[in-house]
């Protein structure tokens, strides 16, 4: 009955639908707190790495790299496994959230590094000669003409963010894949692989594409809004 | 009004400012020349700590200039006109005019506009308020730099050389604005290497080279009869055209 056109497989897993809908929403529940947490450390590691002081730079170096080379399921593992053993039971949600919050962390302060350091200097020492202190400028004149290009890959990073929730199957999660491999194994359930998979991954197509081709979108406009006031500009040199 | 005292400044092994001392007075028309590379843009830099001595004080209006007081003190007395004019590319024209004024001298919208509006006048561009800096030719831009750095009305206004990334035609429109200013009362430390405006606008002029001050003057003194070789090389050469 594991055929992809078994009526009795679809069937199945119709009657099942709300356990992937529950997995659904544990998913997206774990990559919304992930990714406002992922946001907080990502931009205060951006703006450390950026700040021109060496100890804070360091902090965020030494950060990203850790993170970035190893692999997001050992963190995974560690921190469940590290927190139970030192009696710190937070549940699977919360070994989701801050997981994927630290990992994707790293990805976003890289993000928000190079959106910042794409900045001509002369915009940094502008506002310096006015009298901007460090917040101001980048609140005023830096992080708006940054946003832009910090747009684009961030969008990416959501994207990866919420696929990562399948990470969580490792420690016995309850998020869309676990879910969705406990159905496909399970003892009443087994067996109907082909519409399990194909139903689990329309549910996250259907939450990420849209936000990708936001991305894609909002990366094509931007680039006609580039060119079309680099053309305004120099007409208006022709004209001079 | 601005002093600074035995000022070295060294960009890893490269000694850029030696031994620097240099007083401007109130209301005075400074004028730095010398040829690339000797430190008259790091010294004017050095006057609103955008670049930090490596040793020796600077003073502003009596006060020493430090990392911990920088921003306050720079905010209140003096201003920049740069080279690249750095204007705000993400505000129109008039944002760029009233946003110090209005985030950091507490001015509110309706003064700072007016404020805006009137340096816009005297640069010549009050129709441009409301377009974006980048559809503004070199020249243009640079006015409104001007006026920018007019709208903070502070008694010093420092110029890192302004005309050096115009166009040779829009030159001349922002040297006219600079000239219309130099009756004012303002304190104006120029770095430029337009021999004529110095000539026309400077109470004194500073020669460097090689990172250091070699020859200090008037401007007839200067041109008249430069008396360091150095300065004699440069000035054929500048001069010529």
Redesign the interface.
Known sequence: MSGLFSAEAWNKVWLYRGTFLLGLESTALTALFGLILALVIGIVLGLFATSGKKPLAFVARVYVEVIQNTPVLLQMCFLYYALAFSDLSIGIINTGILTLGIYHGAYVAEVVRAGIESI?R??F??A??????YL?RMY??IL??SIKIILPPMVNQVVNLIKNTSCLYIVGGTDLISVTYNFVTGENTGGAYAPAYILSGLLFFIVCCPLSSLASMWEISLKKRDVR??Q??RS??R?? | MIKLEHVDKYFGDLHVLKDINLEVKEGEKLVIIGPSGSGKSTTVRCMNFLETPSSGHVYIDGEELTHHNKTKLVRRTTSMVFQQFNLYPHMTVLRNLTLAPMKLHHKSKKEAEELAYHYLDVVGLRDKAHVYPTTLSGGQQQRIAIARALCAQTRIILFDEPTSALDPETIQEVLDVMIKLAKENITMVVVTHEMGFARQVADRIVFMADGEILEEGTPDAFFENPSNERLKQFLGKIIRK
């Open positions: 001509p002369g915009q020492e502008a310096a000669s006015q009298g901007f202190g101001g005023y004149i708006p003409q006031s680099g305004k500009a208006a040199e004209m001079v």
